[in-house]
């Protein structure tokens, strides 16, 4: 089978490929489906475009899930992430590999393969393939590209010329500095940065700084094409190369950089199929000199700050990495990190991880694009254009009045064939206006060229020119204020048409971006939705029809301005630091305040990772990798040990995240024991205690279920399930179980008084512990882990008559907690196993293991008392059931807890192993006594627990520890 892909800028009909007959002709391009039908039916082959025309996003989010897969693994000495900082820039290229992979089952093996001459994709397809590609025309190299090059010059203007000429050769401003070090604006006042490396980012960056007159901005340009004039008089401008640096005292940085980026691209290459694709096509080939540069870039921007007394940084475009590295600094200073989109609408939001602090939307309609692009906080997104709409003083004008819009695009940029655009709505549009006695108006985008535009439209035209007028470097309200109507594909422009009520149409069949767009403004009602090009010549009568709604309602959809005293408190106020934690993290601020968190391990088992990581990680790198079956490839250690610590029981309503968050659903559980038995081996206990003992071996990805405390729902709610699954589980208990009296774990129960009790304003003091109590939720938090410490080194006896005292010193009633014990599912959350129930447990097959006698901290114990809490549960449990009791789990399990002491102790209480509460790996002979386990909480997804069972969430989690130290 033979096929051909022809290159963007070649034509079917022209060159020596149209010499041959082809089996299949693919299109690196774009155009439309009649395009396509017309090649088809011309030539007899079929012939398909490697873009689909949808509004399907996954392209996208597949970039997020690449990208997220080498986060952390590049960081410079300020702690900076440069794979986060360059990659979304190349989001393009990865665009292109998807539809690569989505186009690949159309190409049988054994394919002959040619191209009408290079390109990235053909390229990366006939790799992907393994199989030889064939060009028509090669690559022009040295003296014979000059043609091509003045070709292309004549595209663009002048100053377009300099501008790219500036950013080949001296990216990093190690030429632009010699002569821009006089142009510093060595301010006093504080002020906002406004970093800008585009027309359009300055255009909104200034808009803002208008809200505010009586504060200073500083506008830094990194390009010519950001510059501006005239400025609002509270606005400084200067170029970025006057704070460049010289390059001295960076080069082992680089080295060093450049030599993690090859390990990693190596590593990468083997494992994620989408950076094999992108490695074979060089698409990474540039990223050392991009690393060089941009480490030059940084210094650059760090230096400015530095310089000028910078309160926080608004910056309008961060998928630009010259214009997101202030942003990124100034969340690393602690400084006001702002971000509001220069366009109507943020496609970089569907890939990449969102580090301002505070997020500015112009109205409804960009706040629910947001949301349905990315999880960002509610309280973090403020609703606020930059004052008042520009387009409302845009008359919409009398039906016969008025010039029909064409908004063009740089379609050429992202591989469209804008000549067969231009050839299929041009000629339609020249003729509605000609039969409504309107001018056609080309508005054309800043990246596009006019004489070239011009060229093209009089060859569509055949000569014709009579009333069409080319605008460029127009601003858009201008255009607008005298439109009868426009047309786009998904251009922003149909928001400002929207706003100035002049209606605007939508050419659904050229959508070819993937981003959403056109979709969010017909859903809007931005602009209404035509669906071929014929449909185009309806156009006086949808005009016509055409019913704008009330200016009020616009203005909340598209442009609802900024309360300026809300701005101000944005971007000059008082940045409270936060904590960098999710779900997936310990909160920051409790691990500063408990001495419980020491250790590289908390209380409860949390990593520490900053928290755009933790989005990225878990809701889209792991559920990428689980859809692929990778974890069950990527399960490394002997056996993983589950802990689970119970289920959240039916009819409680769980109000309690910080005390709830350690149990999980019973439809949680049920699907974690369901995927176990489709992909690994759990195996029983007693299985386990022979591979132990070197008695047996152990089936390949082995897990064993464990679960700690003893708590009543482990019969009433875990074991039936388990029944049902028909699965065994070790069930640690404690000795408080050795009776028939309900009881609560007691450093639940500290808790739970410390939640319950009223506010008040009373100090309580007991021995050597005096503390008082506070309002806040987080305080509380905090004194409640400082007291578990406190109160383990106490006797049982003492600690009761600590509660007591306490309760009643807050207000509490007699006997508060039995409303714990007296409701059913309180009881079932709450309430340890009676000795009668663990009996029941034991019975129905499980195995009961030992969790001390009082679950203290043992690290507080003495010797003595450590040996106690271990030996005397063991034989004590091992009385009332009548069986051995071969396993000991240590209380909290961190190594702020546990230590080589307390494994020395359980060896000599003549257990056969114990286990912490952390991940690691399985090694029965080193780890004996301090064997690891994967625990399990209520917020883990389905994919996110795969991850902990296959170790590849410890391993990341070690990666980043390394990194961070």
Same mark, same amino acid.
């Given at each position: 089978?033979?096929?051909?892909?022809?290159?963007?800028?070649?034509?079917?009909?022209?060159?020596?490929?149209?010499?041959?007959?082809?089996?299949?002709?693919?299109?690196?391009?774009?155009?439309?489906?009649?395009?396509?039908?017309?090649?088809?039916?011309?030539?007899?082959?079929?012939?398909?475009?490697?873009?689909?025309?949808?509004?399907?996003?996954?392209?996208?989010?597949?970039?997020?899930?690449?990208?997220?897969?080498?986060?952390?693994?590049?960081?410079?000495?300020?702690?900076?992430?440069?794979?986060?900082?360059?990659?979304?820039?190349?989001?393009?290229?990865?665009?292109?590999?998807?539809?690569?992979?989505?186009?690949?089952?159309?190409?049988?093996?054994?394919?002959?393969?040619?191209?009408?001459?290079?390109?990235?994709?053909s390229k990366a397809l006939a790799d992907l393939l393994h199989c030889p590609l064939h060009n028509f025309q090669t690559e022009r190299a040295g003296v014979w590209r000059?043609?091509?090059?003045?070709?292309?010059?004549?595209?663009?203007?002048?100053?377009?010329?300099?501008?790219?000429?500036?950013?080949?050769?001296?990216? &990093?401003?190690?030429?632009?500095?010699?002569?821009?070090?006089?142009?510093?604006?060595?301010?006093?006042?504080?002020?906002?940065?406004?970093?800008?490396?585009?027309?359009?980012?300055?255009?909104?960056?200034?808009?803002?700084?208008?809200?505010?007159?009586?504060?200073?901005?500083?506008?830094?340009?990194?390009?010519?094409?950001?510059?501006?004039?005239?400025?609002?008089?509270?606005?400084?401008?200067?170029?970025?190369?006057?704070?460049?640096?010289?390059?001295?005292?960076?080069?082992?940085?680089?080295?060093?950089?450049?030599?993690?980026?090859?390990?990693?691209?190596?590593?990468?290459?083997?494992?994620?199929?989408?950076?094999?694709?992108?490695?074979?096509?060089?698409?990474?080939?540039?990223?050392?000199?991009?690393?060089?540069?941009?480490?030059?870039?940084?210094?650059?921007?760090?230096?400015?700050?530095?310089?000028?007394?910078?309160?926080?940084?608004?910056?309008?475009?961060?998928?630009?990495?010259?214009?997101?590295?202030?942003?990124?600094?100034?969340?690393?200073?602690?400084?006001?990190?702002?971000?509001?989109?220069?366009?109507?609408?943020?496609?970089?939001?569907?890939?990449?991880?969102?580090?301002?602090?505070?997020?500015?939307?112009?109205?409804?309609?960009?706040?629910?694009?947001?949301?349905?692009?990315?999880?960002?906080?509610?309280?973090?997104?403020?609703? &606020?254009?930059?004052?008042?709409?520009?387009?409302?003083?845009?008359?919409?004008?009398?039906?016969?009045?008025?010039?029909?819009?064409?908004?063009?695009?740089?379609?050429?940029?992202?591989?469209?064939?804008?000549?067969?655009?231009?050839?299929?709505?041009?000629?339609?549009?020249?003729?509605?206006?000609?039969?409504? &006695?309107?001018?056609?108006?080309?508005?054309?985008?800043?990246?596009?060229?006019?004489?070239?535009?011009?060229?093209?439209?009089?060859?569509?035209?055949?000569?014709?020119?009579?009333?069409?007028?080319?605008?460029?470097?127009?601003?858009?309200?201008?255009?607008?204020?005298?439109?009868?109507?426009?047309?786009?594909?998904?251009?922003?422009?149909?928001?400002?048409?929207?706003?100035?009520?002049?209606?605007?149409?939508?050419?659904?069949?050229?959508?070819?971006?993937?981003?959403?767009?056109?979709?969010?403004?017909?859903?809007?009602?931005?602009?209404?939705?035509?669906?071929?090009?014929?449909?185009?010549?309806?156009?006086?009568?949808?005009?016509?029809?055409?019913?704008?709604?009330?200016?009020?309602?616009?203005?909340?959809?598209?442009?609802?301005?900024?309360?300026?005293?809300?701005?101000?408190?944005?971007?000059?106020?008082?940045?409270?630091?936060?904590?960098?934690?999710?779900?997936?993290?310990?909160?920051?601020?409790?691990?500063?305040?408990?001495?419980?968190?020491?250790?590289?391990?908390?209380?409860?088992?949390?990593?520490?990772?900053?928290?755009?990581?933790?989005?990225?990680v878990n809701r889209m790198f792991y559920p990428a990798l689980g859809s692929m079956r990778y974890f069950q490839s990527a399960f490394t250690s002997t056996v993983s040990?589950?802990?689970?610590?119970?289920?959240?029981?039916?009819?409680?309503?769980?109000?309690?995240?910080?005390?709830?968050?350690?149990?999980?659903?019973?439809?949680?559980?049920?699907?974690?024991?369901?995927?176990?038995?489709?992909?690994?081996?759990?195996?029983?206990?007693?299985?386990?205690?022979?591979?132990?003992?070197?008695?047996?071996?152990?089936?390949?990805?082995?897990?064993?279920?464990?679960?700690?405390?003893?708590?009543?729902?482990?019969?009433?709610?875990?074991?039936?399930?388990?029944?049902?699954?028909?699965?065994?589980?070790?069930?640690?208990?404690?000795?408080?179980?050795?009776?028939?009296?309900?009881?609560?774990?007691?450093?639940?129960?500290?808790?739970?008084?410390?939640?319950?009790?009223?506010?008040?304003?009373?100090?309580?003091?007991?021995?050597?512990?005096?503390?008082?109590?506070?309002?806040?939720?987080?305080?509380?938090?905090?004194?409640?882990?400082?007291?578990?410490?406190?109160?383990?080194?106490?006797?049982?006896?003492?600690?009761r008559d600590f509660l007591n005292q306490a309760a009643k010193c807050f207000g509490l009633s007699t006997g508060w907690w039995l409303e714990y014990i007296d409701s059913?599912?309180?009881?079932?959350?709450?309430?340890?196993?009676?000795?009668?129930?663990?009996?029941?447990?034991?019975?129905?097959?499980?195995?009961?293991?030992?969790?001390?006698?009082?679950?203290?901290?043992?690290?507080?114990?003495?010797?003595?008392?450590?040996?106690?809490?271990?030996?005397?549960?063991?034989?004590?449990?091992?009385?009332?059931?009548?069986?051995?009791?071969?396993?000991?789990?240590?209380?909290?399990?961190?190594?702020?807890?546990?230590?080589?002491?307390?494994?020395?102790?359980?060896?000599?209480?003549?257990?056969?192993?114990?286990?912490?509460?952390?991940?690691?790996?399985?090694?029965?002979?080193?780890?004996?006594?301090?064997?690891?386990?994967?625990?399990?909480?209520?917020?883990?997804?389905?994919?996110?627990?795969?991850?902990?069972?296959?170790?590849?969430?410890?391993?990341?989690?070690?990666?980043?520890?390394?990194?961070?130290?």
């Amino acid at each position: 089978m033979r096929i051909l892909f022809l290159h963007p800028e070649d034509a079917l009909g022209t060159g020596a490929w149209s010499h041959f007959r082809w089996d299949l002709i693919i299109d690196l391009g774009y155009a439309s489906s009649s395009v396509y039908e017309d090649w088809n039916s011309r030539s007899g082959t079929r012939v398909l475009s490697i873009f689909p025309c949808s509004a399907d996003t996954q392209g996208y989010r597949w970039i997020s899930q690449v990208l997220a897969r080498g986060r952390g693994r590049l960081l410079d000495r300020m702690g900076l992430d440069w794979w986060e900082i360059l990659a979304v820039g190349m989001y393009q290229d990865l665009y292109a590999l998807y539809l690569l992979d989505r186009i690949r089952p159309e190409i049988p093996e054994q394919a002959e393969l040619f191209s009408s001459r290079p390109h990235l994709f053909s390229k990366a397809l006939a790799d992907l393939l393994h199989c030889p590609l064939h060009n028509f025309q090669t690559e022009r190299a040295g003296v014979w590209r000059i043609p091509h090059m003045m070709g292309e010059s004549r595209k663009l203007r002048p100053e377009q010329i300099v501008e790219i000429a500036l950013d080949k050769w001296d990216p &990093g401003f190690r030429v632009r500095r010699c002569f821009s070090g006089h142009r510093r604006a060595h301010g006093a006042e504080p002020v906002t940065l406004l970093p800008s490396a585009y027309s359009n980012v300055t255009r909104i960056a200034l808009a803002y700084a208008r809200q505010l007159p009586h504060r200073q901005f500083l506008l830094a340009t990194t390009r010519r094409n950001a510059q501006t004039a005239p400025l609002p008089a509270n606005v400084r401008m200067v170029p970025l190369a006057a704070y460049a640096k010289s390059s001295r005292g960076t080069g082992a940085e680089i080295r060093e950089l450049q030599r993690a980026w090859r390990e990693f691209a190596q590593e990468m290459c083997m494992e994620v199929a989408g950076f094999r694709g992108a490695d074979r096509t060089a698409i990474w080939a540039q990223f050392p000199n991009l690393l060089k540069n941009g480490i030059h870039i940084r210094d650059a921007w760090e230096n400015l700050l530095q310089c000028e007394p910078v309160r926080g940084v608004l910056c309008g475009d961060d998928l630009n990495h010259y214009t997101r590295l202030p942003l990124l600094l100034a969340r690393h200073r602690d400084l006001n990190a702002v971000y509001c989109s220069h366009g109507a609408l943020d496609g970089g939001t569907l890939f990449k991880v969102p580090y301002a602090r505070s997020f500015l939307v112009k109205g409804e309609m960009e706040l629910e694009y947001l949301q349905r692009a990315t999880k960002i906080k509610a309280d973090k997104v403020i609703i &606020g254009a930059p004052g008042e709409n520009p387009f409302h003083r845009a008359k919409h004008l009398r039906s016969e009045d008025g010039d029909l819009v064409f908004f063009s695009q740089p379609y050429e940029v992202e591989q469209g064939r804008g000549d067969e655009i231009y050839r299929e709505v041009v000629p339609v549009l020249y003729a509605v206006a000609r039969q409504t &006695g309107r001018r056609l108006v080309i508005k054309l985008h800043p990246f596009e060229s006019k004489q070239q535009r011009s060229e093209l439209i009089a060859s569509v035209l055949s000569g014709q020119r009579d009333g069409i007028e080319i605008l460029s470097r127009v601003p858009p309200e201008e255009v607008i204020s005298r439109a009868w109507c426009g047309v786009t594909v998904d251009s922003s422009v149909a928001v400002e048409c929207a706003l100035s009520g002049v209606p605007c149409f939508l050419c659904s069949w050229l959508d070819f971006s993937g981003m959403g767009y056109l979709q969010q403004f017909a859903r809007s009602g931005a602009g209404q939705v035509i669906s071929r090009a014929s449909d185009l010549e309806k156009i006086p009568d949808l005009v016509r029809q055409f019913q704008t709604d009330s200016e009020r309602a616009r203005a909340r959809r598209f442009w609802h301005p900024v309360d300026p005293d809300q701005l101000e408190r944005i971007l000059f106020g008082h940045v409270q630091p936060q904590p960098e934690s999710e779900s997936f993290t310990t909160s920051a601020r409790q691990a500063s305040l408990s001495p419980l968190l020491r250790g590289p391990e908390s209380l409860f088992n949390k990593i520490a990772m900053s928290r755009a990581t933790a989005q990225v990680v878990n809701r889209m790198f792991y559920p990428a990798l689980g859809s692929m079956r990778y974890f069950q490839s990527a399960f490394t250690s002997t056996v993983s040990v589950v802990t689970y610590h119970g289920i959240l029981p039916a009819g409680y309503k769980s109000e309690d995240g910080f005390l709830d968050d350690v149990l999980i659903s019973a439809e949680a559980f049920r699907a974690q024991l369901r995927l176990l038995k489709k992909h690994y081996n759990v195996i029983s206990p007693d299985r386990f205690l022979g591979w132990i003992k070197c008695q047996e071996e152990l089936p390949k990805r082995a897990v064993v279920l464990t679960c700690d405390d003893g708590l009543l729902n482990h019969l009433t709610d875990m074991l039936p399930i388990l029944h049902d699954e028909r699965l065994e589980c070790l069930f640690f208990a404690t000795g408080s179980s050795l009776n028939d009296d309900p009881v609560l774990l007691w450093h639940t129960e500290l808790y739970l008084l410390l939640r319950d009790a009223p506010l008040c304003s009373k100090s309580f003091s007991f021995g050597k512990i005096e503390f008082a109590l506070a309002g806040d939720p987080d305080q509380r938090h905090a004194l409640w882990l400082q007291l578990v410490k406190r109160l383990s080194a106490l006797h049982v006896a003492e600690r009761r008559d600590f509660l007591n005292q306490a309760a009643k010193c807050f207000g509490l009633s007699t006997g508060w907690w039995l409303e714990y014990i007296d409701s059913p599912s309180l009881r079932r959350r709450f309430c340890l196993l009676s000795q009668g129930e663990l009996k029941q447990l034991s019975s129905a097959g499980m195995t009961i293991g030992a969790h001390t006698l009082t679950h203290p901290v043992l690290s507080q114990l003495t010797d003595s008392s450590v040996r106690s809490e271990l030996a005397d549960c063991r034989r004590t449990l091992a009385d009332c059931l009548g069986k051995p009791v071969w396993a000991l789990a240590y209380p909290f399990g961190d190594s702020g807890s546990t230590g080589a002491r307390e494994f020395r102790i359980a060896k000599e209480a003549e257990y056969d192993c114990a286990f912490l509460n952390v991940p690691g790996n399985s090694d029965p002979d080193s780890m004996r006594y301090s064997f690891p386990r994967i625990h399990v909480n209520g917020s883990m997804s389905l994919a996110v627990y795969e991850a902990h069972i296959s170790g590849m969430h410890d391993r990341l989690r070690n990666r980043f520890r390394t990194s961070a130290a």
